[in-house]
């Protein structure tokens, strides 16, 4: 007991004794400070003094570290002061020095007072006051374990999606726009979504120096949001698939904007002159466009990112509308309202146009197929721009996600669109 209270009392008073010189209590000697004023502690009362002093502080010295925790200095106290003296009278029913219900004894009661005259006397900082008195404080153990059981469960999570069988149904319901993969195609697939170096470049489109790295294709495996990089350079071979279809006079004339468009167009109120350095002349043939105005064009295709969500929306010049397609069945009027001053200001600044879209008409796509879950947005936008660019009717469903995800890995990975 001695040596413990003496510890405590050098958290506050005599820091600079080096280990092994006298211990002092406001000048006097500890050990007779305690032979005055506490009988020598039963052996029970030795396992509560160092229950006491479990969450002793970090300003607490070394020594007092060390000392509350050595079992052998413990165990031979124990033994020595059992020896001793005798249990002490009971007192009444209240929780003792371990936290736990039962009766406390003259002996550790008066340690308590003991304790508390010490505490006047060495002044202990006011955490370490309240790490005495709080008997429900969470260990660091408990914290650790609870940490560790939560890691845990992100893992199994983590593991399941990768696990998640990428075979289901293969070939989507319509036939006429999408083919299975091959075999070359799936083992694209495969090196792509496998392991690597995460920086590591797997594809690439010249005209437009997009690049696509392992960690980005990391977007297209089962339950990820898919990122801009993929779904620009889709949107890049897209461009080049219409090319090629105008000299087979195959589908409408189409264009496609990347995703920082429609950011750029209307992120801090519409704004013209933030995208009309897009629609040159020389930038529409850079993006592979075969014609020198946006007005030549059928359909321009935008994909719009909403917070949290993909959504597509066509400036449709063919049939003079306005068609937004939301896989949530959302309908966003502001967006085409943006669109419809782009189109005016780009005739009047390109074609010398006074072109007015006020009645044309706003189509906001209802019977259309819509997401099942909370991560394919992206994959039904880009989706949509697909067949709208083709004028294919939009016969596939969720079900039929997992393989256009495949899809287009493998349409990215070997730098074409069918």
């Not at 949001?225 to 006079?249: F, G, H, M, P, S």
Request: charged share 30%; aromatic share 8%; hydrophobic share 35%.
């Amino acid at each position: 007991l001695d040596r413990r209270i003496g510890g405590e009392a050098r958290v506050g008073c005599s820091t600079d004794v080096p280990d092994g010189g006298p211990r002092t209590v406001a000048g006097r000697d500890v050990a007779s400070f305690c032979r005055e004023h506490a009988a020598a502690a039963p052996a029970c009362a030795i396992p509560a003094v160092r229950g006491r002093f479990r969450d002793v502080p970090r300003d607490a010295s070394h020594a007092v570290r060390g000392q509350v925790r050595s079992h052998e200095r413990m165990e031979a106290a124990d033994a020595k002061y059992a020896m001793a003296t005798p249990v002490l009278g009971a007192g009444k029913l209240e929780p003792n020095l371990h936290g736990k219900y039962g009766k406390k004894s003259a002996t550790e009661r008066r340690i308590d007072a003991l304790m508390a005259k010490f505490s006047r006397m060495v002044g202990p900082s006011a955490r370490t006051r309240e790490l005495l008195r709080n008997k429900d404080i969470v260990s660091l153990e408990a914290k650790g374990e609870e940490y560790r059981k939560l890691r845990e469960i992100e893992k199994k999570k983590k593991a399941k999606l990768e696990q998640e069988p990428w075979e289901v149904q293969e070939t989507p319901a319509d036939e006429w726009t999408k083919r299975p993969l091959d075999d070359v195609e799936k083992e694209l697939v495969q090196q792509a979504l496998g392991r690597g170096p995460p920086g590591e470049v797997l594809a690439m489109h010249q005209k437009t120096n997009l690049e696509v790295t392992r960690a980005d294709f990391e977007c297209m495996k089962p339950g990820q949001w898919l990122n801009d990089e993929v779904i620009n350079l889709y949107i890049a071979l897209l461009q080049e698939r219409d090319t090629k279809r105008k000299v087979q006079n195959k589908g409408p004339k189409c264009f496609f904007f990347n995703t920082f468009f429609f950011h750029k167009l209307g992120s801090n109120g519409y704004s013209y002159k933030g995208v009309a350095r897009w629609t040159t002349p020389k930038r529409l043939q850079q993006k592979g466009a075969d014609y020198q105005c946006l007005l030549e064009c059928d359909k321009i295709i935008v994909p719009v990112h909403l917070p949290a969500h993909w959504t597509l929306a066509v400036i449709n010049l063919r049939d003079q509308q306005f068609e937004y397609y939301d896989s949530l069945g959302g309908a966003d009027s502001e967006v085409l309202e943006l669109l419809s001053h782009f189109i005016e200001d780009e005739a009047r600044e390109k074609g010398g146009l006074d072109l007015d879209t006020s009645e044309w008409k706003r189509l906001f796509a209802r019977n259309i197929p819509h997401q099942q879950n909370g991560s394919d947005c992206g994959v039904f936008a880009i989706t949509y721009g697909d067949y709208c660019s083709k004028d294919a009717p939009f016969q596939f469903s969720q079900a039929d996600m997992p393989f256009f995800r495949r899809r287009i890995v493998a349409d990215v990975m070997r730098g074409a669109v069918d």
